[in-house]
């Protein structure tokens, strides 16, 4: 459960009941943004389409996204599981610089290399900047600093964060953003061996982070571009919309980006002869062995126990935030809206008072001081809006469990308890209470 610095309000200044935890809760009549009954037609994506729609996101300029309140739950809850998933690996939290000096990335070679792709800017006196779109550089460069002996390895860190990437197109909407929120994990190792151990147990790790997001995913061979090293794996995920073509062999099952060259002169697996499958795919992440490139060009060694000097041998990883959480939504929708993966879900309920009477209205009321003190996480929509479109916004947000009060309802004392997508049931408002308090 988060704290209350990011409590999203449970009524407007000085409405909240006393004594009330502070808790994920909020009122819509008070949340910041709307839903709309159409996607902009610039959004071609399902997934954006929802994403703008349900008021998860909005776009502010070209290839920049702000993400909304309801939007922002949702990515803190994927954040949550990323942090779960990688303390259960020994990994360690850090931040390092979006604006970095040119200095590491000219040892490397990469501020060349990147081209019109790094965003570079100047300081008040002319000194040489960048946007970083990746970290190799500033983890290599604590490394060199940090780390003297081969008793201080390996160490593994990892920081989620903003990246900046002038890409050319920015048509894709959430696929292709320029500022994004990426996952990035580093392993420090004495050697390939140790690389080898820290390559698998992430790799592990960003699987059951998107097996917990419940997005289905396929692991392939990719090629390293620009980042080098010698072995590489990315995470697609199937999308008409995707701009990655994914070939599967049919006969030994071996996946493969297309870049990479799996498939031989006749168009066939190279590995087996058999015959290919083409799916378009959006990457969502991605591992790299990097051996010491990095920490070559940046003097980045330790002292091994036989007192040689040698170089830390990297691997680095990446999951991007705003891509699964379009992946999320890519393939968890209906035709009425989002059906969100339980444990990803901005809020867990969503309550529903129908019909002009005031006993429903006040039977919800009540229901919603009793939620908000047994720390439930809560959608109440408060608004005297018709019933269809409550219900209609009920859907296209799309949280787990719709609790519906009408006036029959709450004069027989019962509630309507849905699951998204599921079968609606009465059942009695105190036994439910109950049960959910
Ligand atoms: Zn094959």
């Known amino acids: 459960m988060l704290s209350g610095g990011f409590l999203l309000g449970a009524g407007r200044h000085g409405q909240r009941s006393q004594g009330a935890p502070e808790e994920m809760t909020m009122r819509l009549t008070t949340l910041f943004g709307r839903t709309m009954r159409e996607a902009p037609a610039e959004a071609e994506q399902i997934g954006h389409q929802l994403a703008l729609r349900a008021g998860l996101a909005r776009q502010l300029q070209a290839g920049s996204f702000a993400l909304m309140p309801l939007g922002m739950l949702a990515l803190r809850r994927i954040e949550a599981i990323m942090h779960d998933e990688l303390a259960r690996i020994g990994a360690q939290e850090l931040r390092t610089p979006i604006i970095q000096s040119s200095d590491a990335w000219e040892r490397t070679g990469r501020y060349a290399d990147y081209g019109p792709l790094m965003l570079r800017v100047a300081d008040r006196s002319g000194r040489r900047l960048l946007v970083a779109p990746t970290h190799e550089e500033a983890i290599a460069d604590l490394a060199r600093r940090e780390i003297s002996s081969y008793r201080q390895l390996p160490a593994l860190v990892y920081q989620i964060h903003t990246k900046y990437r002038d890409e050319l197109r920015t048509k894709g909407g959430l696929m292709r953003m320029r500022e994004f929120t990426m996952l990035d994990a580093y392993s420090l190792d004495a050697d390939t061996a ?197 219900l209609a916004d009920a859907d296209l947000i799309g ?12 004069e027989a004392g019962q509630i309507e308890v849905r699951p998204r997508g599921g079968v609606a049931r009465d059942v009695e408002l105190e036994r439910w209470r109950g049960a959910a308090v």
């Open 399 to 410: 949280l787990p469990t719709r609790l519906l009060l009408s006036e029959r309802l709450a």
């Open 194 to 390: 140790g690389l080898d151990l820290a390559y698998r147990a992430v790799g592990a790790a960003f699987e059951r982070i998107l097996a917990r997001c419940e997005v289905r995913s396929v692991a392939a061979e990719a090629s390293a571009g620009e980042m080098g090293g010698s072995e590489t794996v990315e995470y697609h995920v199937r999308s008409a919309a995707g701009e990655d073509q994914l070939l599967t062999c049919a006969a030994c099952g071996h996946v493969a980006n297309a870049e990479v060259s799996l498939a031989d002169a006749g168009g066939r697996c190279a590995r087996c002869g058999g015959a290919l499958l083409a799916a378009q795919t959006i990457e969502i992440g991605h591992i790299f062995k990097l051996g010491t490139r990095y920490s070559d060009a940046i003097g980045a060694r330790y002292q091994s126990a036989a007192g040689r000097e040698q170089p830390i041998v990297m691997g680095s990883y990446g999951i991007g935030l705003e891509r699964l959480l379009l992946a999320i939504l890519e393939q968890h929708h209906d035709g009425a809206g989002i059906v969100w993966p339980r444990e990803v879900a901005p809020l867990d309920l969503h309550l529903v008072p129908v019909g002009r009477g005031a006993r429903a209205r006040q039977a919800a009321e009540a229901l919603y001081e009793d939620l908000l003190r047994a720390g439930a996480r809560v959608l109440y929509d408060d608004r005297d809006e018709a019933a269809g479109v409550k």
